[in-house]
């Protein structure tokens, strides 16, 4: 069926009898040549400015280099950690260095807001050292800060919990992390793009200290992980 139509319709394209259809065919032929050139040129043109982009992005990122800063705590001080009648009750000091390992990125801490969590359960937050909040901290530097974490709260231990908290105490040393949230900005000399947000996540053993100020181990110092 096909193969009988189209014998048909190419004789009525190139029919002799028909002469004034192959002008406007030429026409249109012609044109679409114009078409497909303008579309290349866009084309190429597209391809370039990506190209470009690209480039620039990559040059600029070979030339800033921007890396996340380094946070760690260096010491952890647990006076009280007592669990009682679903009640939690402690008091835990920790000091932190902050590291910008940047040659050319400022870093701003609008920011900085800790968490502590026992059990997967939240037991306090706290601002992080009242004068790191709008801290900047300078290229390749290395700055201290602390957060205290102390008071009492509600908590409900199931049974696997509360024997990991049994054995815990039974240790004197308590798994316990600590998130702390940021709101950052870089700053390349003046130039400062928008917020950001970056979290840093520290899984710590701390241990208890008696009365006397004694631990059954000194705290060891513990990176954190640093996402933005
Ligand atoms: C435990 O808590 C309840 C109220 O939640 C209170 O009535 C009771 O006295 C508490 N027990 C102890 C030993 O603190
Ligand atoms: C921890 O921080 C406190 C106060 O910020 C300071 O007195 C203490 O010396 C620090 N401890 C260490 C080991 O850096
Ligand atoms: C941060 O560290 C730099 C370099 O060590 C120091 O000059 C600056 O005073 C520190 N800032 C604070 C607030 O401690
Ligand atoms: C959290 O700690 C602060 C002290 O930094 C304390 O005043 C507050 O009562 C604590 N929050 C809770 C829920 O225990
Ligand atoms: C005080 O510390 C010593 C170790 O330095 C320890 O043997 C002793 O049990 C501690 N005393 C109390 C009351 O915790």
């Avoid at 939690?88 to 609008?110: A, C, G, H, Q, S």
């Avoid at 130039?191 to 053993?205: R, Y």
């Amino acid at each position: 069926m096909d193969n009988n139509k189209q014998p048909q319709l190419n004789s009525a394209y190139y029919g002799p009898t028909i002469p004034p259809t192959e002008q406007p065919h030429q026409h249109s032929h012609r044109r679409r040549g114009c078409c497909c050139c303008l579309l290349n040129i866009l084309w190429i043109t597209l391809v370039s400015i990506i190209i470009l982009v690209a480039l620039a992005i990559l040059i600029f990122y070979l030339i800033v280099q921007p890396r996340p800063f380094k946070f760690t705590v260096t010491e952890a001080k647990l006076t009280e950690f007592n669990y009682k009648n679903n009640t939690l009750r402690y008091n835990l000091v920790l000091n932190f260095t902050v590291r910008n390992p940047n040659k050319k990125l400022e870093i701003l801490y609008d920011k900085a807001e800790g968490q502590a969590f026992y059990e997967g359960t939240r037991f306090n937050t706290t601002g992080v050292n009242t004068w790191f909040n709008s801290f900047r901290q300078y290229t390749t530097t290395t700055n201290r800060t602390s957060g205290v974490f102390t008071g009492q709260q509600l908590m409900v231990l199931d049974r696997d919990q509360l024997s990991h908290f049994e054995e815990n105490k039974r240790s004197g040393i308590f798994d316990i992390d600590v998130k702390i949230h940021f709101t950052i900005r870089f700053s390349l000399n003046k130039f400062i793009p928008g917020d950001m947000k970056a979290k840093a996540k520290c899984e710590l053993k701390v241990p208890l200290s008696s009365s006397n100020g004694s631990t059954v181990a000194a705290f060891k110092l513990t990176k954190c992980d640093v996402s933005y």
